[in-house]
C-alpha cells in the first residue's frame, strides 16, 4: 500500500518552527502552490524558511545533498542553508516521512519570461562558480539522471502512455535512440546541480540569489548543467532567446572557459536536457500525487516544445542557437587562458586543465485534438 501524502496544517507548521526555534509564523507561511504536501514556507521575521516533506526510502540521498550543500555554504556558494533543529539534527520523521528545513535567501521566485538578461548572466556565472568551487568537493556523487538511467525509466514509463498518442511516443522513441547514438561521454566533469529550474531558483533586481533544488546533483558533465540552465532561462514563449543564451554563456565564462568539444555537443546536450525533463515529468505524472498534476502537466508539455524546437520539428529560435554555438569556441581566448592570462584555480594553472580526469564509464507544435489533453485525464 502506498504511502499516504503527509499534509501539515497551520497548527502542525507551528509546532514545528517551535522544535527549530524559529519563532512565531507570519500569515504567509503554508503550503507552496503547485507543490502539494511536499514544500512548505515557514516566514518568520522576515526571514524565509523552506520546509520540505521526503521520503524514507530517500534517507541516503538526503544526506549525501545535506554534506554538499554545507560544504557549498563554506564556500559562500548561493544556495539555500540547511537548519539543524534545537537538538542539531538536520531532518525529522513524521509519520513514515522526513521534514528537512532550508533557510533561503531573500528573493523570489522568476518565471523564465521575469528573468532579465543581467539575472540570466548571473545564472550563468553563478553555474561557473558552482563547477569551479565543486572541484574541492571529493565525495563521489552517482549521476541518477545520466542517459542509461532516462532510457530505462522511458522504456518503463512508455508503456503506460495510451497508445493513440501516436506522434508524442514517436518522437520520443526517436530521441532517445538518436541520443543513445550521438552523446559525447568523454568531456570535462566535475560536480554539478544536475536539475537547474526556474522553480529552484529566487532572484533580486539584476541577479540569481540562491540556486535551490540540489536533490539531483551529481559528478557529471558540466556542459550538461550549462544545457539543463539554458532550457529552462533561455526559452520564452516558445522560442530560444539569442540574447539570454549569449548573456547566460558570457556569465559563465567569465570564470571557466568551454573547450571546443563541449561547444561541438552543446546541441545534442540540449536535446538530452529536455528529453530527460520531458521523461521524468511523464514517470511523476503517472506516480505522483494528484495535487501536483498541474505542475508536473505544464512541464511536460514545456519540455516536449523545447525538444521539438531543438530537433527543428518546428520554429523557435534554433537557427541562431546553433549559428552561436559555431562560433562560441574563441580560438584566440582559449589560447589566453591556456597561456595562464585568465585566473585559474592555482598560480600558472588555468582553469580549463584543472578538470578532473575523463572516464568512459561516467558520465509544441501545437498537438491533435486527441493529444492536446495527453497528461489532463
Known amino acids: 500500500m502506498p504511502l499516504q501524502p503527509l499534509a501539515l496544517d497551520k497548527k502542525a507548521l507551528t509546532d514545528i518552527a517551535a522544535e527549530y526555534g524559529l519563532g512565531k509564523l507570519g500569515p504567509s507561511s503554508g503550503a507552496i502552490p503547485l507543490w502539494g504536501n511536499k514544500r512548505y514556507l515557514l516566514d518568520v521575521s522576515k526571514t524565509c524558511y523552506e520546509l520540505q516533506v521526503r521520503s524514507l526510502e530517500d534517507e541516503f540521498d538526503l544526506r549525501r545533498e545535506l554534506e554538499l550543500l554545507s560544504f557549498l555554504e563554506k564556500h559562500a556558494f548561493p544556495s539555500p542553508r540547511p537548519v539543524a533543529d534545537r537538538r542539531g539534527r538536520h531532518f525529522l520523521e513524521r509519520e513514515g516521512h522526513y521534514l528537512v528545513l532550508y533557510r533561503l535567501a531573500n528573493g523570489k521566485m522568476p518565471t523564465p519570461a521575469a528573468l532579465n538578461i543581467?539575472?540570466?548572466?548571473?545564472l550563468g556565472r553563478a553555474i561557473g562558480q558552482l563547477h569551479i568551487v565543486g572541484r574541492g568537493y571529493k565525495k563521489a556523487i552517482d549521476n541518477r539522471f545520466g542517459f542509461e538511467r532516462i532510457f530505462e525509466a522511458y522504456a518503463a514509463v512508455r508503456r503506460r502512455i495510451p497508445p493513440y498518442f501516436k506522434k508524442i511516443i514517436r518522437t520520443m522513441d526517436e530521441e532517445t535512440e538518436?541520443?543513445?547514438?550521438?552523446?559525447?561521454?568523454?568531456?570535462?566533469?566535475?560536480?554539478?546541480?544536475?536539475?537547474?529550474?526556474?522553480?529552484?531558483?529566487?532572484?533580486?533586481?539584476?541577479?540569481?540569489?540562491?540556486?535551490?533544488?540540489?536533490?539531483?546533483?551529481?559528478?557529471?558533465?558540466?556542459?550538461?548543467?550549462?544545457?539543463?540552465?539554458?532550457?529552462?532561462?533561455?526559452?520564452?514563449?516558445?522560442?530560444?532567446?539569442?540574447?539570454?543564451?549569449?548573456?547566460?554563456?558570457?556569465?559563465?565564462?567569465?570564470?571557466?572557459?568551454?573547450?571546443?568539444a563541449e561547444w561541438d555537443s552543446f546541441p545534442n546536450e540540449l536535446r538530452f536536457a529536455a528529453l530527460r525533463f520531458a521523461v521524468t515529468r511523464l514517470c511523476e505524472f503517472f506516480d505522483g500525487e494528484p495535487d501536483e498534476t498541474a505542475r508536473i502537466n505544464d512541464d511536460f508539455r514545456e519540455y516536449l516544445d523545447r525538444l521539438r524546437v531543438l530537433r527543428r520539428e518546428k520554429e523557435g529560435g534554433m537557427e541562431g542557437l546553433l549559428m552561436a554555438m559555431a562560433t562560441g569556441y574563441d580560438y584566440r581566448k582559449y589560447q589566453r587562458v591556456k597561456g595562464g592570462e585568465f585566473e585559474g584555480d592555482e598560480e600558472g594553472v588555468p582553469v580549463e586543465e584543472l578538470d578532473e580526469p575523463l572516464d568512459d564509464d561516467e558520465d509544441v507544435d501545437d498537438l491533435p485534438d486527441d493529444e492536446d489533453e495527453v497528461l489532463d485525464d
Not at 118 to 122: G, I, L
Open 178 to 260: 538518436y541520443l543513445g547514438n550521438y552523446l559525447e561521454t568523454k568531456l570535462p566533469k566535475g560536480i554539478i546541480h544536475g536539475t537547474v529550474h526556474c522553480y529552484g531558483l529566487l532572484a533580486r533586481g539584476d541577479d540569481v540569489v540562491s540556486i535551490g533544488d540540489f536533490d539531483a546533483a551529481c559528478r557529471g558533465k558540466y556542459v550538461f548543467d550549462l544545457a539543463t540552465a539554458v532550457n529552462a532561462a533561455c526559452f520564452v514563449d516558445g522560442t530560444y532567446v539569442l540574447e539570454r543564451f549569449e548573456s547566460m554563456m558570457a556569465g559563465y565564462e567569465s570564470l571557466r572557459t568551454l573547450s571546443l
Open 118 to 122: 543581467k539575472a540570466v548572466n548571473s
